[in-house]
């Protein structure tokens, strides 16, 4: 079964730290694999997609993520973290023309 | 621009009723999907509608419907509501037949009591 998992339930770090969200994808075929950010409050967002070529996939708000397909693996990176990162990430693949999510991460910056 | 539009916002129903969610796209967006999504999870696929026809279903029972009007607002019927059936239902909507990107709407609460 296509299936994506997250490693990481709550992630807690100061302002400045760098972030590194995990996420693995259990699925063949083609791979499509996304980010988004709830932020408190507001709606699901997306921050960034890989579809093909260049596995390092840059988004908004300073976040990238690297596709690497030998560990089924497409983390999320940023720097350094500000207190409006504070958010749910969630890490999603697509299965036909439907997204599959992973449980989530929140995240919480400390200023 | 207006984004996807869900109402009622908050919802709470009794086991055994039944719900209609409502859903507008983003003017110009053909598809529109729902997603449920459960406390401590992420969103779950119910399902896709693309030119008024279903292209998707995800794994719910049959007492979870839908439809899509000419106009591609959608809705969302859950008959004989259950306890498990408490959650947010978001609904999304996308210009292009292959379903991306997904724009979401900020969703319904439904609590049953």
Known sequence: ?111 | DAGVTQSPTHLIKTRGQQVTLRCSPISGHKSVSWYQQVLGQGPQFIFQYYEKEERGRGNFPDRFSARQFPNYSSELNVNALLLGDSALYLCASSFAENNQPQHFGDGTRLSIL
């Open chain 1, 1 to 111: 079964a296509q299936s994506v998992s997250q490693h990481n339930h709550h992630v807690i770090l100061s302002e400045a730290a760098s972030l590194e969200l995990g996420c693995n994808y259990s699925y063949g075929g083609t791979v499509n694999l996304f980010w988004y950010v709830q932020y408190p409050g507001q709606h699901l967002q997306l921050l960034l997609k890989y579809f093909s070529g260049d596995p390092l996939v840059k988004g908004i708000k300073g976040f990238e993520a690297e596709f690497i397909k030998s560990k089924f693996s497409f983390n999320l990176r940023k720097p350094s973290v500000q207190w409006s990162d504070t958010a749910e990430y969630f890490c999603a693949g697509l299965a036909g023309t439907a997204l599959i999510f992973g449980k989530g991460t929140t995240l919480s910056v400390s200023s």
